[in-house]
């Protein structure tokens, strides 16, 4: 197998474990009687992981590893592109963004799109860095696009706390955060997706801690083991959920100690339950879940770009909607319901230099790992 991080003596470790992974492949097979298991990785860089060093084509064929919405740009709806692109639009406005999601596509078109049409879109490298920008030309209203889960929420709050400690007014956040626990009970509990255990993301969980996870073994009996990001990691997380499956004990378990605690980063947490609350929000082919997504408090709602810049409509279209998007199938892929090469766009009307769908646009998207590491 290829690895870019491991090499001598963890490569051999590498092999030691895959073979007991193997071997409890076939042991829990025939304990359930069944014809496969299938984890979900939860996060998009697991996804990489696994694409990259040949995991996948390491493991018995009767292990599924199947993909979930752990990457930011892939979940972000196609109504919240529409509205920074609205948003970049208006005359005076500057958006700052993440590289990512410059190619996500609205509804008919993209913010990188806008760009060239005219559009203020700058690229940033954190919220504090659209921060910077603020305070340095003040004649322009700067919108951050507020992307991604619980791990980027607390450093964008702190940005909001550090933008009013500098009294700019020139400063905002389109919230578009998302929040995996409920998506998780989402895909536990639905009839058409059968997942067996759930590989979970390190990062947000170095937030979180593991106790937001418990209801997955306890409510839905699903194994669950926070995983880090070497191949490593990632190969010892499987063997922890087959061990769990074995002995049917579901649990969840932190491989990734050297970084998670159970409690998480309670100063994280604190940050991001003072500025932000929990609201419904829409995931991008998934739908609508209750409280998994975050809005301002009231006390910090001049920060709320909707608000502060009266957004009320959406973006007027580039040009037509194509009708092969109607047909992307990432929601789906997002869902674990089917593989990338699965959908009938993948690797013909939808590749990274032309994509249809975010798993697509996204470096850690699924079909983008699938394209580029496993054809």
Not at 26 to 35: L, M, T
């Amino acid at each position: 197998m290829r690895s870019s991080t491991s090499v001598g003596p963890a490569d051999n470790l590498v092999r030691l474990l895959l073979r007991r992974v193997n071997c409890l492949v076939d042991e829990v097979c025939r304990q359930y009687n069944s014809r496969r298991i299938s984890l979900m990785e939860v996060c998009g860089t697991h996804t990489m992981v696994i694409s990259r060093s040949g995991i996948r084509r390491a493991v018995d064929r009767r292990l599924e590893l199947r993909s979930g919405p752990g990457c930011p740009v892939c979940v972000t709806s196609q109504e919240e592109i529409d509205a920074a692109i609205a948003l970049a639009r208006c005359p005076g406005v500057t958006v700052a963004t993440f590289g990512d999601m410059m190619r996500v596509p609205g509804a008919a078109g993209s913010l990188e799109q806008a760009r060239v049409a005219g559009a203020d879109v700058r690229v940033v490298y954190s919220a504090l860095d659209a921060v910077g920008l603020a305070a340095s030309e003040r004649v322009r209203q700067f919108v951050f696009l507020g992307v991604g889960f619980e791990t980027t929420a607390p450093t964008v709050a702190a940005a909001v706390l550090a933008a009013g400690k500098r009294r700019l007014t020139n400063f905002s956040v389109l919230p578009m955060f998302k929040l995996i626990p409920p998506a998780l009970a989402r895909i536990a509990g639905a009839s058409r997706v059968n997942i067996d255990g759930f590989i979970l993301p390190g990062h947000v969980s170095t937030v979180l801690g593991a106790k937001p996870y418990q209801f997955l073994a306890q409510q839905y009996c699903k194994p669950c083991c926070i995983t880090g990001f070497e191949v490593l990691d990632v190969v010892q997380g499987i063997l922890m959920l087959l061990e769990q499956l074995a002995k049917q004990e579901p649990q969840v378990v932190i491989q990734y100690r050297r970084t998670v605690r159970p409690d998480g980063n309670r100063q994280a947490q604190r940050l991001m339950s003072r500025v932000f609350e929990p609201v419904d929000a829409v995931w991008r082919g998934i739908g609508p879940i209750p409280d998994s997504g975050l809005a301002f408090r009231p006390k910090f709602r001049g920060f709320d770009s909707r608000i502060k810049l009266g957004l009320t409509g959406t973006a007027r279209p580039i040009g037509r909607t194509k009708r092969s998007r109607v047909a992307c199938r990432c929601g789906e892929v997002m869902l674990g319901v089917i593989m990338p090469p699965e959908c009938r766009l993948f690797g013909k009307a939808c590749t990274p230099e032309k994509p249809v769908g975010p798993c697509m646009v996204s470096s850690e998207g699924a079909c983008a790992a699938y394209y580029k590491y496993e054809q």
